[in-house]
């Protein structure tokens, strides 16, 4: 059960960034704070881990009329303050959730205290009604995501105990990585995973379910799904990419994958089939068009760790972005045995 | 103040070990690679030391160098970071 929530402020918590509002803080997010209400009602403590002077604090304690159980206002890492708050309180990491806004502070905080269930902001609702967070009544969709929640946590404590490398401990779980091309049943949730993908997304921009439909239908591209399994449980359709192909270049104009997926091995396998259809097609070349955001720093990681290289960024518009090659002829990187291709 | 390259080495090895949860960071060999079969960083891990680096010592390794060729070894990192606090960028 989780005893606490801790939330971030700037742009969480806060319609808006503390320090850059002048005389007049931000007012606090009207859905949010209804949130943070409901839950207080059921018993649920509230801390503040936030990057911030501690008057942000006493602000956010003025405006939202909650006094918070902790508040810690500094500028060191998420996960420290977070420490700092369960050690306050007297609760350990499984005990607490985590709210913030910044894909990249969830990570770190996911990284290094696995126990924690870490929420952007947009799932905080939904995960509300789940009776982890003291929710009475259970829907069909909420148990569904509950348990995910519990899988996610079964898993990350058994490879926080697990003594080998990354690799192996993928295969002892029995991770499964199937990459297929996707059909017309798959259209809704490649379009969702368009709109909610940011950590591993090459363009940060939303595609219709029209035009993925377009691209299924199309000659010239190549539209594959991601599914990953394992034997905590089955995630279903993970990730996906579109390949505009032709016998000079295969150019890759979306890689996206669910940050649900994220360090299961599934964005390595994904390059690595991409790499090795593209020889078996006969064709030079690779280049993946991405945008360069701070947003989706672990997919750019995963491109050069592929070895992908760029020259200059492109002169296009506001959005900074870059094309990301790599020649088919030299060592490819390799695909584990628990990825199945398309034959 | 100035900071001798060792130190700084130094502490680039510890927050390795730290991230990646082994020892091993701290004796490996300077030329040793940072992801995959290095040291073994994965994107996640990637992320997690490039946030560090970004808090620590104030430099973006993931907004200015877009190959990422500053995680080709730990000794890239070191002298990467060493650089660019001898010769901080002017702000655009």
Redesign the interface.
Known sequence: MIKCVIWDLDNTLLDGVFLESGDRPPPVSTALSEVLHDLAGRGILHAIASRNPPEAGVYTEQATGHRFAAVVCG???KSAAIDAITAEIGLTADEVAFVDDDA?ER??V???LPEVLVLAPQDLREAAALPLLGAPASTEEARRRGELYLQRRARREEARAFGG??EDFLRHCGTRVTIAPASAADLPRLHELSVRTH??NSTGSAVAEAEFAAMLRSADHQVAAVRLADRFGDDGLVGACVIATSPASWQVRLLMMSCRA??R?V??ALLAWICRAARAEGTDEIAVTCV?S?RN??????L??AGF??GK?LEAGATRT?VYRRPTDDALPELPDWVTVPA | MTRGSADLTGEIRLLLAEITGDRAAIEAPLGTPLLRDGIGLDSLGGTVLLTEIKRRYRIDIADEDLNLDSLASIGALASYVQARMAAPRSPQ
Not at chain 1, 297 to 302: F, G, K, T
């Open positions: 500028w060191g890492a990249l990570a770190e996911a990284f290094r490398s990354r950590q591993f994220l360090g091995g964005i390595d360069i701070p720093v672990p997919l750019r990681i995963a050069t760790s290289r760029t960024e870059a």
